[in-house]
């Protein structure tokens, strides 16, 4: 997939009560993506310190149609379905990268 790459930082806050189920469909849905989806990059997702129901996901797509393929699959699709009522707060954010690095 040709095209500029997509990057994007989601910030979300999780229903305390439904953390630990929210966390495991999420490692669900990035270890599917990244395994089956060329166009998926990275997908990596933390918690903020102190506050484990903030969650800040910094994705990476080779461009813009693969952002738009991912958002259509089966398993993002199921992710969103089983995490809705989970979700009481998203942002997605578009940055532009500025020095982005990693090894295998």
Known sequence: MRGKPVVRMAELE???????AYRMLLAEEIET?????????????VSVRDRPNSIRILEVYASREAYEAHLQTAH?????SETAGMV?????????PIAMRSKA
């Open 76 to 80: 993002f699709l199921k992710y969103k």
């Open 14 to 20: 999780i229903d305390p009560e439904r953390l630990e």
């Open 33 to 45: 993506s990244v395994a089956l989806e060329d166009g998926v990059l990275a997908l990596n997702a």
């Open 88 to 96: 009481t707060s998203l942002t997605l954010i578009d940055v532009d």
